[in-house]
């Protein structure tokens, strides 16, 4: 059970632009920085958006993050088939931990 | 480029003691300016926060594991290490450490390392 809610699944064709949500509450989206992690097959986690809406270098402007409340949301536009994998949130909580999501597979149709 | 890389014992039996080690290259453990990490994955399930030391001394760790886990640092080799006593079948996983820029933000992760915890 994670602490961070996500949808399980979510598609879209190529050319697309495809959201995923992130519910929290006050002690954790609600209060603090929100972040996003990519994670294709068999590899480690890639950080893709920090800070609620800041790219790390390298990451492309076609994925942003956003949040509102105790709510985020990270926002693929241009779907490439290469975009497809787990994608998974990620925030501090104020009972001193780190909590995330339980991911969203995306399938790139 | 920071490079951290895990190593430790693929299997460990249950009630025993799991220990895992990350080096790190290419940055300093004893920098302020990062919370050096241990995050685990189960097969095919999300990602658990396990803890976090800094400047070689401050650690935290998540609750649920506290009375298990112990996260130390040896500044001189530039490792940081991972202890989980009195481990169960639900402590397989992958276990990875990473840096973290901020409180959720992990920016160099290691290949992360499969424990399986059997008889």
């Known amino acids: 059970q994670s602490v961070l809610t996500q949808p399980p699944s979510a598609s879209g064709a190529p050319g697309q632009r495809v959201t995923i949500s992130c519910s929290g509450s006050?002690?954790?989206?609600?209060?603090?920085?929100v972040c996003w992690y990519q994670q294709l097959p068999g590899t480690a986690p890639k950080l893709l958006i920090h800070?609620?809406?800041q790219r790390p270098s390298g990451v492309p402007d076609r994925f942003s993050g956003s949040k509102s409340g105790t709510s985020a949301s990270l926002a693929i536009s241009g779907l490439r088939y290469e975009d497809e994998a787990e994608y998974f949130c990620?925030?501090?909580?104020?009972?001193?931990?780190?909590?995330f999501g339980g991911g969203t597979k995306l399938t790139v149709l | 480029q920071v490079q951290l890389q895990e190593s430790g014992p693929g299997l460990v039996k249950p009630s025993e003691t799991l220990s895992l080690t990350c080096t790190v290259s290419?940055?300093?453990?004893?920098?302020?300016?990062?919370?050096w990490t241990w995050i685990r994955q189960p097969a095919g399930k999300g990602l658990e926060w396990i803890g976090r030391?800094?400047?070689?001394?401050?650690?935290n760790y998540n609750p649920s594991l506290e009375s298990r886990v112990t996260i130390s640092a040896d500044t001189s080799k530039n490792q940081f290490s991972l202890k989980l006593i009195s481990v169960t079948a639900a402590d397989t996983a992958i276990y990875y450490c990473?840096?973290?820029?901020?409180?959720?933000?992990?920016?160099?992760w290691g290949r992360g390392t499969l424990v399986t915890v059997s008889s």
């Open positions: 990620a925030a501090w909580d104020d009972s001193l931990k780190g909590v």
């Open positions: 030391i800094y400047t070689g001394e401050t650690t």
């Open positions: 800070t609620n809406d």
């Open positions: 290419g940055g300093s453990i004893s920098s302020r300016s990062y919370f």
């Open positions: 006050s002690i954790n989206i609600g209060h603090n920085y």
């Open positions: 990473a840096r973290a820029i901020s409180a959720s933000a992990f920016d160099f």
